[in-house]
């Protein structure tokens, strides 16, 4: 059995290399199965964008719009490798809405978007998931109050930020997973004797503060952390061996310092064109997570367990 927090790719390479042996996936984006009533095959686990929704989404928006003839999508062509935008031009043909698809590659390109989409007729904004779309929720949802057009997205702090609706599934890796012992009995449940259950995930290498727990919470939704040592003891009470367990910290510490230059060099490009930058409550926290991490407080690690 394979597990991985970047579940999309390494999902998606090990359902293509078996049929037989199981896959859990923790935060895939394309959920690889027939459907998620009845997926069967040999994959299961978490996705929270899955593309069943994207039908729900719809419909809900215009039981909220009754007079929505078309909307408004956008979309960051980066992820079309995702099916979100094929099942979105299906659903809305079967509702009968008529549909606009304008691909965002850079937060400015929002503005555009969504004026365009107004001066087409569009009725409502339909928000693709993607993470750079993601970190725009106050802009998507400024700039379409300001046109009169009501949202839907994915993800609750779309709301938060002036969109009309999200709607979705839990999402992503074991960390945002609320009921994580549940999750590993039920991997423990469908694997195979011998089997075994490979995984990674951020732990507390020491305690966080209240103020860093909340924080983490507030503005990346990870749920209290455990350390090394309590992850094992976790992952052995739902009847799993610990082959063993690895630290990951100085391997992910140069990666997320990279990642982090990388935010703040976009924000400050955002911030001397005079754009709004997005989503302050997720780069503070980022901030204080890499330097959690360069402290050795927060880290990652690798279990490897076996039934």
């Not at 992910?252 to 310092?257: A, G, K, M």
């Amino acid at each position: 059995m394979l597990s991985s927090r970047r579940a999309t790719p390494t999902a998606q390479t090990a359902h293509d290399a078996t049929q037989t042996i199981p896959i859990v996936m923790i935060a895939s984006g394309d959920p690889l199965v027939k459907s998620l009533g009845h997926p069967g095959g040999n994959v299961t686990g978490l996705t929270y964008y899955a593309t069943e929704l994207t039908a729900k989404r719809l419909e809900l928006l215009r039981e909220a719009v009754p007079n929505l003839t078309k909307i408004g999508v956008l979309a960051d062509p980066v992820v079309d490798y995702l099916p979100f935008k094929n099942d979105t031009l299906r659903a809305a043909a079967a509702l009968g809405l008529g549909v606009v698809v304008h691909n965002v590659s850079e937060p400015p390109d929002v503005d555009v978007a969504i004026e365009e989409m107004a001066n087409e007729g569009a009725g409502a904004v339909f928000v693709l998931p993607d993470l750079m779309l993601a970190s725009q929720s106050d802009r998507i949802g400024r700039v379409a109050l300001s046109h009169r057009l009501p949202t839907m997205a994915w993800g609750q702090w779309f709301t938060r930020d002036g969109c009309l609706m999200a709607y979705s599934a839990s999402q992503e890796a074991f960390c945002h997973v609320p009921g994580l012992k549940r999750a590993l009995a039920e991997a423990f449940r469908i694997l195979r004797k011998d089997g075994r259950l490979v995984f990674t995930d951020w732990v507390a290498n020491q305690p966080l503060t209240r103020d860093d727990a909340q924080l983490m919470w507030e503005g990346m939704a990870i749920q209290p952390l455990r350390s090394i040592p309590e992850y094992r003891s976790l992952v052995e009470s739902v009847g799993f061996r610990v082959v063993s367990s690895k630290d990951l910290t100085e391997e992910w510490r140069p990666i997320l310092e990279e990642r982090l230059a990388m935010y703040q060099r976009l924000r400050e490009e955002a911030r001397q064109a005079g754009t709004p930058t997005g989503h302050d409550a997720f780069h503070k926290s980022y901030i204080r997570f890499v330097e959690l991490i360069q402290d050795r407080k927060m880290g990652g690690t690798r279990i490897v367990a076996a039934k």
